[in-house]
T-cell receptor, first 114, second 111 residues
Framework: DSGVTQTPKHLITATGQRVTLRCSPR?????VYWYQQSLDQGLQFLIQ???????AKGNILERFSAQQFPDLHSELNLSSLELGDSALYFC?????????????FGPGTRLLVL | AQSVAQPEDQVNVAEGNPLTVKCTYS??????LFWYVQYPNRGLQFLLK??????LVKGSYGFEAEFNKSQTSFHLKKPSALVSDSALYFC?????????FGSGTKLNVKP
């Protein structure tokens, strides 16, 4: 158990809908990272937050947004969902904003868009 | 384009034999390099990382990785494979605020 929690574990929704994925980092960790793992795109880095501020941006679509709250939990919002958004979404946390730090991954949220 | 390549989709090895999972990268500068493992229905787990220094990096569960700058490679190795090592392995590179992941290599260790 990494100490990173993600809810929900599974999510089934329809095209055009909007969903919110939630991540709670390990106690004391200030950085949260979001990743998408899909069959056709593989594993992709989406975005990083550190202590409430956006730190780095990867291949995140404009339909997706994220934020990190004062209690350090983070939410990834996915809107106008398309079939191709079906994937496993991971969050990870680390103690600082340095990419040298080891990241600890949550178990993921499996999203299925029908 | 920046990328990480794992040329083998699958590697099969007998238990007790040495294993190698290959990774090459095409990322500018001096990227940090990582290996992660993913067990079925679970998230990724960190194995090891190379930042600078000794070209042989030791990590979790007896794994090590050899960095070769001239070949831009970062191969994952283990002297003696275990059946429990069977999983999906990802190589990753980080530079300029972005992570690049390989497509993953499925390792099958047979008893």
């Amino acid at each position: 158990d990494s100490g990173v929690t993600q809810t929900p574990k599974h999510l089934i929704t329809a095209t055009g809908q909007r969903v919110t994925l939630r991540c709670s980092p390990r106690s004391g960790d200030l950085s949260v990272y979001w990743y998408q793992q899909s069959l056709d795109q593989g594993l992709q880095f989406l975005i990083q937050y550190y202590n409430g501020e956006e730190r780095a941006k990867g291949n995140i679509l404009e339909r997706f947004s994220a934020q990190q709250f004062p209690d350090l939990h983070s939410e990834l919002n996915l809107s106008s969902l398309e079939l191709g958004d079906s994937a496993l979404y991971f969050c990870a946390s680390s103690s600082t904003d340095s990419r040298m730090e080891t990241q600890y991954f949550g178990p993921g949220t499996r999203l299925l868009v029908l | 384009a920046q990328s990480v390549a794992q040329p083998e989709d699958q590697v099969n090895v007998a238990e007790g034999n040495p294993l190698t999972v290959k990774c090459t990268y095409s990322v500018s500068g001096n990227p940090y390099l990582f290996w992660y493992v993913q067990y079925p229905n679970r998230g990724l787990q960190f194995l090891l990382k190379y930042i600078t220094g000794d070209n042989l990096v030791k990590g979790s569960y007896g794994f090590e990785a050899e960095f070769n700058k001239s070949q831009t490679s970062f191969h994952l190795k283990k002297p003696s494979a275990l059946v429990s090592d069977s999983a999906l392995y990802f190589c990753a590179a980080y530079n300029f605020n972005k992570f690049y992941f390989g497509s993953g290599t499925k390792l099958n260790v047979k008893p």
